[in-house]
């Protein structure tokens, strides 16, 4: 029973164009969502987060929207480079017992061409 | 700076045979997590350390995985009876505090049982 998924497990971008990778969950108790990247033979890396009180949050040529109606959320990459190519995890979290433990999707991976 | 790291970065082992997993997190990092991915999934959340207890391990599959972290920095997962089904990669991460505060992954160790 996946509460976080990502639909699209590939995504291919033109160099300078936009990325919209998606998410969707189920949990209603899900209150703070986070995007993290992962290269090869590497650890996933913090992106970007967004709370539930906010429907946007900017950073740079990153931008993640959140639709809490819909329970779906978007990352946004504009322009679009080749070392964007990598694999996005979507995770969602709530606090309990005094931690918010991330429940992540499978990943989009995202190539970039040049 | 040096990052989360993980030793070793591979480790194969038998069926039936016990395994130690080691993580040396950021230095000061007073929260501790360990993830396990496998193959087209998503980190998937293991137990959660705040210094040297174990605040929660819920995510532990059953008694054959055993986490400590006794001086509240480096921590070693232990794994029993190693069976073909807990091949994945392990993934450690840690934060400054646990409330919510940015996770830093390490690399992982890829643990393969034959």
């Known amino acids: 029973d996946q509460q976080v998924k990502q639909n699209s497990p590939s995504l291919s971008v033109q160099e300078g164009r936009i990325s919209i990778l998606n998410c969707d969950y189920t949990?209603?108790?899900?209150?703070?969502f986070l995007w993290y990247k992962k290269y090869p033979a590497e650890g996933p890396t913090f992106l970007i987060s967004?709370?539930?009180?906010?429907d946007k949050n900017e950073d740079g040529r990153f931008t993640v929207f959140l639709n809490k109606s819909a329970k779906h959320l978007s990352l946004h990459i504009v322009p679009s480079q080749p070392g964007d190519s990598a694999v996005y995890f979507c995770?969602?979290?709530?606090?309990?017992?005094?931690?918010?433990?991330?429940?992540f999707g499978r990943g989009t991976s995202l190539i970039v061409h040049p | 700076g040096a990052g989360v790291s993980q030793t070793p970065s591979n480790k194969v082992t038998e069926k039936g045979k016990y395994v130690e997993l080691r993580c040396d997190p950021i230095?000061?990092?007073?929260?501790l997590y360990w993830y396990r991915q496998s193959l087209g999934q998503g980190p998937e959340f293991l137990i959660y350390?705040?210094?040297?207890?174990?605040?929660?391990d819920s995510g532990l599959p059953n008694d054959r995985f055993f986490a400590v972290r006794p001086e509240g920095s480096v921590s070693t997962l232990k794994i029993q009876r190693t069976e073909r089904g807990d091949s994945a990669v392990y993934l450690c991460?840690?934060?400054?505090?646990?409330?919510?505060?940015?996770?830093?992954f390490g690399p992982g160790t890829r643990l393969l049982v034959l």
């Open positions: 991460a840690s934060s400054l505090t646990g409330g919510g505060g940015t996770q830093y």
């Open positions: 949990n209603s108790m899900f209150d703070y």
């Open positions: 967004i709370s539930s009180i906010k």
């Open positions: 995770a969602a979290s709530y606090q309990s017992g005094g931690s918010y433990i991330p429940t």
């Open positions: 230095s000061g990092h007073t929260a």
């Open positions: 350390f705040q210094g040297t207890g174990a605040a929660d």
